[in-house]
């Protein structure tokens, strides 16, 4: 599970995500995208966890023609892929999905976010279906509360929001934060589970751009965040 970072108002979407895909024992595999626009819908999907069911659940995404549908069919979509995914590679799967764009519904922009999990013989954990609406912000997952606490302070008394510069900031405490790197059962190891990069993808109802923002100097094959730690 990496991060996501996701605003939302009215008439626009903003997810950010890092570029990390990461082994059991928190060494980096490969770096990945992990934000979809459909733009045919408008709307984006960010996923986190299990790259091979997230790739699957972007595949069913785009079949929707709008927003709304997706949403009405996020739940179906999500265990089909995870499914799928434990059927092909035969692991755990943990995938958590958020979707943002607009609603024709309340015409406006909106945006929610659902998780699903399967255990190592594909069985539906307990509470493994869990979903809700995006308000305003998403920041997932919390990075250490004093760290957090000192980057909000410092963006509220200087008046600049939450742009590129907080969100880097955010990331670069998660970085720092020791998180348990899977679910249980197999939830023996902590460290640090972002990097690569940070990708930026706004969504408008007629535009939609996407860009690196920052770069992390991890390597392949190496643990995420080496440089943090303390023999470093």
């Not at 920041?139 to 939450?162: F, Q, R, S, Y």
């Not at 640090?192 to 094959?221: N, S």
């Amino acid at each position: 599970m990496t991060s996501i970072i996701f605003f939302r108002s009215d008439d626009s979407i903003t997810s950010y995500t890092d570029g990390s895909a990461y082994d059991e024992f928190g060494i980096f595999r490969q770096k990945a995208s992990k934000t979809s626009v459909l733009l045919h819908q408008p709307a984006l999907v960010a996923t986190r966890g299990s790259g091979n069911a997230g790739n699957l659940y972007d595949a069913f995404a785009g079949r929707h023609p709008t927003y709304d549908a997706l949403c009405d069919g996020m739940a179906d979509d999500l265990v089909q892929a995870c499914t799928h995914a434990h059927l092909l590679f035969g692991d755990p799967i943990n995938l958590q999905v958020t979707a943002g764009g607009f609603s024709d519904r309340t015409g406006r922009f909106e945006a929610q976010t659902m998780f699903f999990s399967l255990d190592d013989e594909g069985k539906k954990r307990p509470n493994a279906l869990i979903a809700g609406p995006v308000d305003s912000t998403m920041v997932d997952p919390w990075p250490d509360e004093t760290l957090m606490e000192a980057i909000c302070a410092k963006h509220v008394a200087a008046g600049d929001g939450v742009g590129d510069e907080f969100v880097i900031e955010v990331m670069e405490a998660q970085r720092a934060t020791k998180y348990t790197l899977h679910p249980p059962p197999n939830n023996h190891t902590k460290g640090c589970l972002v990097g690569a990069f940070i990708q930026k993808t706004v969504l408008m109802r007629d535009d939609a751009y996407t860009r690196i923002i920052h770069r992390w100097p991890d390597e392949i094959g190496q643990k995420l965040g080496r440089e943090l730690e303390p023999d470093k």
